[in-house]
């Protein structure tokens, strides 16, 4: 290799292979929650309650993960979401 690091998806090999490794538990969530508790940011994920009609009402949703982090931790991964989302693909790096 040129010494240049591999990205994949816009992140090394290890700390892509870190994230996907058998012991993460992965989970889909429709929906969040974020709060300032103690100091520290808290997010919390999870679904949207059953479908209570045709219409799309639904009822109380269930939140099952959370994660409670420091404030400068959710900044930087505000900017990383923004990055990621907002930039054109052809930009990224």
Known sequence: MSGE??????????????????????????????????GLVRIAFGNSGPPLDEKGKRGVGTYTVAVSITPELALDMGKAILKTLATPEKQKS
């Open 5 to 38: 690091e591999t990205l994949i998806y816009g992140i090394s090999l290890g700390e892509w292979e870190a994230a996907y490794g058998s012991d993460v538990a992965e989970f889909a969530a429709s929906k969040f929650a974020l709060m300032s508790e103690s």
